[in-house]
């Protein structure tokens, strides 16, 4: 018989987060996923082997030291008293479907793979909750990493912790994630920062299954750190209250039995980050205002997916009308775009086979 540990697979699911009013808030997992096998048995040179498939695969660094998946797991594993990865780790094949730098949350899934790699490697036990906040450690608005992890359409927000917990969740991320291992032979420096206990809360809202998401992806990458630079410090008031009104509607307009157009349309509208976006995503106002349930009945409301560009349009059916304006609306800007009919689904699992 033989001694080597079960192969384990993790799916995590891509994220759309904000729609439309919820900037930093809310989030719904959607039916693309990053896929992990890991592997155990006896590596060859003492070194573990990463390959990927799909999304990303040629641009993604496959250095465990370097490669966002397996700095995370390194990350929680030496929280958790492990110096390394575990000896009898073999290899790690990443198959990934979420596309990079679109808002659709492919490093919420990255990171979300990672904690769980972690948890995996060092059979740690931790709960849904602790692993949320090593996350947040890491991704630091709680809206992709939470509906990644636990599924379905997610409202969370962060705990406001005390002094000495705030220090700890706000040191560089330099400091949770060093990219290079020490000399041969030389200890790691410093012990990484623990994370505060219980930093993301988060509440399930309704569904109704028959809202499915049209993902419009443009054929180009938008960090979103980038997209984030061009927000503003300070909002009026008018428009903070424009969001909150919106949002307490739009959270459970989506649930109802029978969703109302008009309803979710307007409850769809942000002047939070969109307004400011739009200077990187040309295109954005024209397709937000000119696809409405009046011109494509099926649609129930509009906005970008995650910091962008991807484009988020729920609906009922006419699914491929709805992709085919906005692609006719981005190609009066030159900007190619790819579509996808995407289903809210589960969050994310782990198997041993
Ligand atoms: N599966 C993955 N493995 C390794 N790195 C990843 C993975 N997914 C995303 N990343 C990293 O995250 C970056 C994209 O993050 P970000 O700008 O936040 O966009 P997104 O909206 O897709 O989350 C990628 O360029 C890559 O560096
Ligand atoms: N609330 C964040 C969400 C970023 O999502 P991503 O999918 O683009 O990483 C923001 O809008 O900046």
Redesign the pocket.
């Known amino acids: 018989m033989s001694n080597t540990r079960p192969t384990i697979v993790i799916k995590v699911p891509a994220t759309s987060a904000n729609i439309g009013p919820g900037f930093d808030v809310v989030g719904l997992s959607l039916s693309l996923y990053?896929t992990l096998t890991v592997k155990f048995g006896v590596p060859s040179f003492d070194r573990f082997d990463i390959s990927?498939s799909g999304e990303?695969a040629e641009?993604?660094?496959l250095d465990p030291y370097r490669?966002?998946?397996t700095r995370v797991a390194l990350y929680v594993l030496r929280c958790n008293n492990y110096r390394s990865f575990p000896s009898d780790l073999l290899s790690i094949h990443?198959d990934?479907q979420?596309?990079?730098?679109?808002?659709?949350?492919?490093?919420?899934?990255?990171v979300i793979?990672g904690v769980l790699l972690g948890n995996a490697l060092g059979k740690l036990d931790l709960t849904t909750e602790r692993m949320l906040d090593y996350a947040l450690m890491i991704e630091r608005h709680p809206d992709?990493v939470t509906a990644a992890l636990v599924g379905g359409f997610i409202g969370s927000y962060l705990r406001e912790l005390d002094p000495a917990a705030m220090v700890a969740s706000q040191v560089p991320l330099s400091e949770v994630l060093p990219e290079y291992p020490p000399d041969a032979g030389e200890e790691w420096g410093l012990s990484p920062p623990v994370p505060p206990l219980g930093i993301g809360h988060y509440v399930r809202f309704n569904w109704n299954h028959s809202i499915k998401a049209v993902a419009i992806i443009p054929r180009f990458?938008?960090?979103?750190?980038k997209a984030r630079e061009v927000l503003p410090m300070q909002y009026s008031r008018k428009d903070l209250v424009f969001n909150m009104q919106r949002l307490a509607v739009l959270t459970t307009a989506l649930g109802q039995s029978s969703p109302d157009p008009e309803l979710v349309y307007e409850a769809m509208k942000d002047r939070v980050h969109q307004p400011y976006r739009k200077t990187l995503i040309p295109g954005l106002p024209a397709v937000t205002s000119q696809i409405t349930p009046k011109s494509h009945p099926g649609l129930l409301g509009i906005c970008l997916s995650?910091?962008g560009p991807t484009i988020l349009a729920l609906a009922t059916h006419n699914f491929e009308a709805i992709a085919q304006s906005a692609r006719e609306i981005f190609a009066l800007e030159n900007i190619e775009v790819d579509w996808k009919l995407l289903e809210v689904i589960d969050g994310s699992e782990v198997q041993e086979l």
């Not at 979420?98 to 990255?110: D, H, N, Q, V």
């Not at 990458?221 to 750190?225: F, H, I, K, V």
Request: glycine share 18%; proline share 3%; net charge negative.
């Open positions: 990053l990927y990303g641009e993604v660094s490669n966002l998946l990443a990934n979420i596309p990079f730098g679109r808002g659709l949350g492919s490093s919420g899934a990255a793979a992709n990458e938008l960090s979103t750190a995650g910091a």
